[in-house]
């Protein structure tokens, strides 16, 4: 077999001179690959819950620029990620995880003032702690994105972190991609993780991305902007050979 692996190297001295970020040794990451490699079809589960309860009652954020017919749950998505891409955030790693035990809006209010910064898990979360807390949404779950397993030791697996919310007009999950601000459509129908990672690559062609926060310079993904809209590039879904949803996080707000 002829082919390649990248391996995408972040030195301890570039991360502590651009993050702050102390990690001996530094990183080295599996990037684009020719070669197949190892993955899980079925997917994996974790038990763990992240959610953290918010300290005051927060309000609708469904927004009425959407289509036709989009379930609430999504239109509540869309105006979560435009609540928290509302301020310039700092974004990069980080060796403080101790914010985590504070809500989700004391965290982004640190990141709004530099006193914290956040990676697409990070941001994830907090997403999730918002949309489960969210009048709007009844059920929401984070999700984890890799484009290998099992790991390989001492190589950090090239993943990303999403969310999915319940809609419950069409009974289904959709993912949200809180990080890039996007959702997914085929055919005026959104969908799921499970959807994408299951569909053949030529027809992730047809997929439309739904670009979420338009104006608003959130990180960059593998992406082109076409006369059509936004293409995402097959180095995206190569997220999708591996995934792991997180439990399902039903919340009553009734009281």
Known sequence: ???????LRQSAVHLERRYGFAKPGGYTIVARSTIGLPRTEEPLYADTSY????????????????????????????GLMRFIWA???????????????????????MLEKGEWSAQCADMRYIFVDLAANSPGISRVRYVHLFQ????????????????????????????VDPW?????ELNGQYLSVEDIRRMP???????????????VDVPASSS???????????GYYTYFNTVQYGPDEIVDLSD
């Open 201 to 215: 690559s030529d027809e992730r062609r047809n997929i439309k991305v739904v670009d979420a926060v338009p104006d």
């Open 148 to 175: 290998y397993h099992p790991f390989f030791p001492d190589l950090v697996p090239n993943s990303h972190g999403a969310a999915e919310v319940y809609a419950d007009e069409i009974e289904q999950w959709v993912l």
């Open 51 to 78: 959610v953290q309860p918010i300290e005051t009652s927060l309000p609708s954020f469904a927004v009425e620029d959407v289509r036709p017919g989009t379930p609430r749950s999504v239109a509540e998505s869309i």
């Open 87 to 109: 301020k310039p955030l700092r974004l990069g790693p980080v060796n403080d995880r101790g914010p985590f035990q504070l809500s989700a809006l004391k965290r982004l209010e």
């Open 1 to 7: 077999m002829i082919g390649y692996i990248e391996l």
């Open 180 to 184: 890039y601000g996007h959702l997914f």
């Open 224 to 234: 082109a902007l076409v006369e059509s809209g936004i293409v995402l590039t097959e």
